[in-house]
């Protein structure tokens, strides 16, 4: 036979070296992902900061374009004006559509002079439609490298800016690497450096990086955003990095940082987990073999002393342990049968006792038969305020009832039910209300019914809170998004008065144009009353079921938040199939459909996905109108997901929501409306991208 002591060490020795050995390779393999991680979510997040910045500056540079378009009245002191406060800005022209500089101005402005000819340039040529960015080219200003931009005016005049770049190049600089080396690169769409700041001499000398290692194994191989391993394309060294192509101009954006000091600082901390595993394997040795001998010999010692008492000698003496456990096993056997003997006699008379089982519960219960009450327990007499049985045994059981709820309590009381809701009365008159389930069962002979009733009366008092609290948060919001629609027109109305009174000042003011701004005042005011008045109807509070089409409710959802939409970039896409109609309230509806596009609107705001989409479909589906309101947010988590209903549950910071929302929109969609809401994880395709997301399913039966 085997012996437990080796079987027992080998399996110890052998799962401490396996285990540990598991573990620190699991671990060293985890820190590896982490590091990578790390790396490439700090890395895309300065590339998305440096887009960001370039995006900014880039319609910075267009709203100029456009505000020379539409103010050129006094356009020599505007050229002047722009040039001299924006740093970025070289030179601005003005070309006629053959080519011709009508009129300029710039830092330098040595070598040109209007009349001279720009239409051999590619910013004069690649204007066709409206506007160009053009690649990086040496100026003929200053012969200094400069990418401009190409604005065509209704005129069809054209407007070139050129920019050296300097605050966009300032930026850049700032994001270093640990050897002191600049994280950015910047290339036009040709492959030639704009920006890098570590060899500035690669920009004026206009090196192409075309047909170098950075655009075969980074950016013509790997999607955007993609970490990957690459050669230098100036210094010859390899490097970690990743890419993105800024929309409007085609440059492109490169992130690296060396990937020998990398790999360094990551082989430095795995040798360390390494020797560290191995100190604990050493250490968990030593201390599991000084418990092993210690444990074994105190179970020797127990083998031996329940062997003799096995054999009948009952009066042994068992010295004491270390472990008190071993030293009590013996002593406490008997001890404990005679518990049980006791606890088993004991048990046995409350079976028989059925007033004990009355008593033992939470639950009021009532014993009737379909009308007179023979028994309560206990918390009966407390619920109804009666301070003895005989106050309710023998009394009528439809008189605890209220009169509002006794055609539901008289048909109830001749079947089994399961738990519902009933309104029942104290002796004093007040009124409670109950949860209800009943049950027929024969007692010494006699068929009877146990009714039992838990007072839920603070539970449906709190539900009510929970509805005003809902109506409140709901107002706060609804207060927000009036504000952003208040925003733009009032920027208006403020740009028109302001316009009317410089144009007067300066003497420049005539009918027709006080014409235009009083017309766009009157119609931004006019704008301004219609959000008051579609705010207010959905305040209004639903007195009665009504005929309701679904895709007005859902249009008026989207009508209030669309402000919030626009200031989050979010794209709401809608597909409805005409004429679906329920019944219901539209305004607590438009409520529940407003918290759950709020809930897509506030997870996109938190996701890096550049594009940002909310799809909300209506169909019908055998004789249910289904309403699907889905997002590309990234999902819910799994562990989460069965509780996103429960009151007050939000994973939110209690500074951006109460965690009500979605459960008073169950609450309305269930309980008021008596709909279905299912929600669920999933994964769609969408203009040829795949997108993982969370889907809200409404039911309700059709007219």
């Known amino acids: 036979m085997k012996s437990i002591k080796s079987t027992i060490s080998s399996f110890l020795i052998f799962s401490i070296i396996i285990v540990s050995l598991l573990i620190g390779i699991l671990s060293m393999l985890n820190f590896y992902d982490m590091k990578i991680n790390s790396v490439e979510h700090s890395l895309k997040q300065v590339l998305m900061q440096v887009s960001f910045e370039i995006k900014n500056q880039i319609k910075n540079i267009e709203n100029t374009a456009l505000y020379i378009s539409n103010n050129q009245s006094n356009e020599d002191e505007l050229l002047k004006t722009l040039v001299e406060t924006n740093i970025e800005i070289s030179s601005i022209l003005i070309l006629d559509y053959k080519g011709y500089l009508k009129n300029f101005y710039s830092k330098n402005n040595d070598n ?19 506007d160009y960015w053009s690649n990086i080219y040496l100026s003929s200003i200053n012969n200094l490298p400069v990418v401009s931009y190409s604005y065509k005016t209704n005129e069809n005049n054209i407007i070139v800016i050129m920019l050296e770049l300097e605050k966009l190049s300032e930026f850049i600089t700032k994001f270093k690497n640990s050897d002191d080396s600049h994280m950015i690169r910047m290339l036009d769409k040709n492959g030639v450096f704009i920006i890098n700041s570590d060899k500035p001499s690669v920009v004026t000398q206009r090196f192409n990086v075309k047909n170098s290692s950075v655009f075969k194994q980074l950016i013509e191989n790997k999607p955007q955003y993609t970490l990957t391993q690459f050669d230098g394309a100036v210094k010859k060294q390899k490097n970690i990095g990743m890419y993105t192509i800024v929309e409007k101009t085609g440059w492109i954006l490169i992130i690296r940082e060396s990937y020998e000091i990398f790999i360094n600082t990551l082989e430095k901390i795995l040798i360390s987990i390494f020797f560290l595993v191995i100190l604990f394997i050493l250490f968990a040795l030593y201390f599991i073999f000084k418990i092993f001998n210690k444990v074994f010999y105190e179970i020797d010692y127990l083998q031996e002393t329940t062997k003799n008492i096995s054999n009948g000698e009952y009066n042994q003496n068992i010295k004491k342990s270390e472990y008190k456990e071993f030293s009590s096993l013996i002593k406490s056997f008997e001890k404990m049968k005679k518990e049980i003997i006791n606890r088993e006699d004991n048990l046995k008379k409350s ?9 033992s519960t939470m639950e009021a219960i009532i014993i009737h038969d379909t009308k007179v009450c023979i028994d309560v327990n206990e918390v009966t007499l407390k619920l109804l305020g009666a301070t003895n049985k005989e106050q309710l045994i023998g009394k009528d059981i439809f008189e605890i009832i209220s009169p509002n709820f006794m055609n539901l309590a008289k048909t109830n009381i001749l079947i ?6 009933l309104e029942i009365l104290k002796l004093n008159g007040e009124k409670l209300t109950t949860l209800v389930q009943g049950k027929f069962i024969e007692l010494n002979g006699v068929k009877v019914k146990i009714s039992s009733f838990i007072d839920i009366t603070e539970l449906k008092n709190k539900d009510k809170l929970l509805s005003q609290q809902s109506k409140m948060i709901s107002m706060g919001e609804m207060i927000g998004n009036i504000a952003h629609q208040w925003r733009q027109p009032l920027s208006s109305i403020s740009t028109a008065a302001s316009g009317v009174k410089i144009e007067k000042e300066f003497g420049l003011l005539d009918d027709e144009t006080l014409d235009v701004a009083l017309d766009m005042i009157i119609k931004n005011t006019k704008y301004l009353s219609k959000t008051i008045d579609d705010f207010r109807n959905f305040f209004k509070v639903d007195k009665e079921i009504e005929d309701i089409k679904i895709q007005d409710v859902v249009d008026k959802a989207i009508k209030l938040l669309d402000s919030s939409f626009k200031n989050h970039y979010i ?17 607590e509806l438009t409520q529940a459909f407003i918290n759950i596009i709020n809930n897509a609107k506030d997870a996109l705001k938190t996701n890096e996905e550049e594009n940002r989409f909310i799809f909300i479909k209506t169909y019908l589906k055998k004789d249910d109108v289904v309403i699907s309101i889905k997002d590309n947010a990234g999902g819910i988590p799994k562990d989460i997901l069965p509780k996103i209903f429960d009151p007050y549950f939000t994973t939110k910071h209690q500074s951006q929501g109460t965690g009500i929302g979605l459960y008073m929109t169950h609450q309305i969609i269930v309980d008021h409306m008596k709909g279905i809401i299912e929600v669920e994880n999933v994964t769609f395709e969408y203009k040829e991208n795949t997108y993982n997301g969370c889907e809200f399913k409404i039911y309700f039966s059709s007219l």
């Open 416 to 421: 089994n039910t399961e738990p519902y809701e």
């Open 571 to 587: 794209c709401v896409q809608t597909e409805y199939e005409d004429d679906l109609f329920i019944k219901g309230y539209a305004n």
């Open 351 to 359: 079976r028989d006792s059925f007033e004990f089982l009355l008593n």
């Open 112 to 130: 040109i002079y209007k009349g001279f000819d720009y239409s051999n340039k590619e910013f004069f040529k690649n204007v066709k439609d409206k």
